[in-house]
């Protein structure tokens, strides 16, 4: 009897502290996310890396955002993309072409986009607190999470969370094919003086250059 009485106590201590850390790492993301919510804007500059070793493949691109609660202008791989809270207008320079279409359903799409970066963390995944690292001299708590749909691609996220300020230091996102997506961000500035024509599409500026071609699938 006292051999199970304490299987169940350990049972119940070690339930009660895998709760606790869930919960500690919910807070903690929640207070980013609260936190963030409070700026007027955001601009970052960030790194975007995509490894996959088993298949050679290393490629790293710089780009930057400017988000304005969901509105977001975002600058990456030689292209634009503005949402003004109604549709999403990708900008192919390369290409002298205009795509306008209506922004998916996130529920339904696991893409990190701008506009929900600092939030998607809410549905969908469970929580535990993953390691404290000293990043360039910078105190850098990470937190897990793993998807509830074990079909996902992904099989785990991990947050870096810079101690001091509550921001976010970088997102690492491991699939369940192997490959890593890593998103630093280097830079990141609020409440900046910005013109709200910035998250407006211009479509006559580019009608008029007669290169480029705008497309709007229904």
């Avoid at 350990?10 to 409070?38: H, R, Y």
């Avoid at 209506?102 to 701008?114: A, F, G, H, I, V």
């Avoid at 024509?197 to 500026?205: E, G, V």
């Amino acid at each position: 009897m006292k051999k199970i009485t304490l299987i169940l106590a350990i049972i119940v201590l070690s339930f009660s502290g895998f709760s606790q850390n869930a919960n500690k790492a919910k807070t903690l993301l929640d207070e980013v996310a609260k936190k963030v919510e409070a700026y007027k804007n955001i601009y970052i500059e960030f790194n975007h890396k995509f490894d996959n070793t088993e298949a050679d493949i290393h490629q790293e691109t710089r780009g930057n955002v400017t988000l304005k609660g969901d509105l977001y202008h975002l600058n990456y791989m030689g292209t634009e993309q503005i949402f003004d809270g109604e549709k999403v207008y990708l900008i192919i320079h390369e290409d002298e072409e205009v795509i306008i279409q209506k922004p998916s359903n996130e529920e339904e799409d696991e893409t990190l986009t701008p506009s929900v970066m600092f939030s998607f963390y809410k549905n969908g995944y469970t929580y535990k607190m993953g390691e404290l690292k000293s990043v360039k001299g910078i105190k850098i708590q990470y937190v897990e999470l793993t998807p509830i749909d074990s079909n996902s691609e992904i099989k785990s996220v991990l947050i870096g969370i810079d101690v001091k300020t509550k921001h976010i230091y970088d997102v690492i996102e491991v699939g369940k094919n192997g490959t890593v997506t890593t998103l630093e961000i280097r830079t990141f500035k609020t409440n900046q003086p910005i013109s709200e024509k910035l998250f407006i599409f211009d479509t006559a500026k580019y009608r008029d250059q007669k290169k480029y071609t705008i497309s709007e699938p229904k």
